[in-house]
């Protein structure tokens, strides 16, 4: 049974890094929507940053390849997420704060599992 579950629990990369490049690619087609939530100057150039950065951690993480720095570097843009955009968007109060605090929790959810992938990745060494 222990052996079934470990296989079935290998299909976990690619739920994870799948949407990851999904995510990545929404960024490309939806960067004039999103440009009004960059905090910081050059709006769209970040978007396209940012989306090429999910886009290669996601690929990283299915082919395996240059995944441990990956994955840590999607946690800390997750979290970068977090606490620059997400946060404040809560802490103004407005009436879209519950969409910034569903958004605050999916990324921290997020990041936390490409440090899960990552500490799996290196139990395993």
């Not at 960024?27 to 905090?39: E, G, I, K, R, T």
């Not at 720095?69 to 946060?87: P, Q």
Request: glycine share 8%; net charge positive; charged share 10%.
């Amino acid at each position: 049974m222990k052996n079934i579950i470990y296989n079935i629990s290998k299909i976990g990369k690619y739920l994870y890094a799948i949407p990851m490049v999904i995510f990545g690619l929404f960024h490309f087609l939806n960067a004039n929507v999103m440009v009004d939530m960059v905090p910081i100057p050059g709006g769209v150039f970040w978007i396209y940053l940012t989306g090429t950065a999910l886009i290669i951690a996601g690929i990283c993480i299915i082919i395996q390849k240059f995944d441990d720095w990956s994955s840590f570097l999607l946690a800390v843009l997750l979290f970068a997420f977090v606490l620059t955009m997400h946060l404040p968007g809560i802490l103004a109060g407005r009436e879209m704060a519950q969409m910034y605090m569903t958004n605050l929790l999916k990324d921290l959810a997020l990041a936390g599992g490409a440090l899960i992938y990552l500490n799996s990745k290196n139990s395993n060494v």
